[in-house]
């Protein structure tokens, strides 16, 4: 059985909530789901998950969750190689924000790609001024990206 673990950078709970709506859906498809609230290093450099999935909200001016920050200069710091990091990304945001809508999230999207991670499919953005319930946009785009992943391997 393949394993899947979600990673989550929240401030007011948005991101857990989108993390836990679509684990169901990862479930149903036959991985093994591990959401992580407080992630650091070792949960994508360890080996154990096939996949990961970054659900990560903006805060501020497009600054990472507090909650989140640790990971981030853990990251950063110890610079590993992630060749192997296979990862989808759902990040949320504020339109209203204007340049920083989603910071958080394109600025990690940048920190994998340049430690050599593969981001499978595209960045889903979900602005926060255009959809209320954020799994609303969440649901459907990881049905897809599940499929996507499926035909890949097949």
Known sequence: M??????????????????????????????????IEQPSVDDI??????????????????DFPGSFVPFVRQLRDQS??????RYGLIALGDSSYGDTFCGAGRALDELLADHGATRLGE???IDAMETFMADDAAV???????VAQQ????
């Open 45 to 62: 450099v360890s080996g154990d998950a096939d996949l990961a999935l970054f659900c990560v909200s903006t805060t501020g001016s497009g």
């Open 80 to 85: 590993p190689a992630l060749t192997t990091l």
């Open 123 to 125: 960045r889903l953005e």
């Open 2 to 35: 393949p394993k899947l673990n979600i990673l989550v950078g929240t401030m007011y709970g948005g991101a857990l909530d989108v993390a836990e709506q679509v684990k169901p859906l990862f479930e149903q498809a036959g991985y093994a789901v591990e959401i």
């Open 151 to 154: 035909l890949e391997v097949a």
């Open 140 to 146: 459907p785009w990881v049905e897809e990206w599940i």
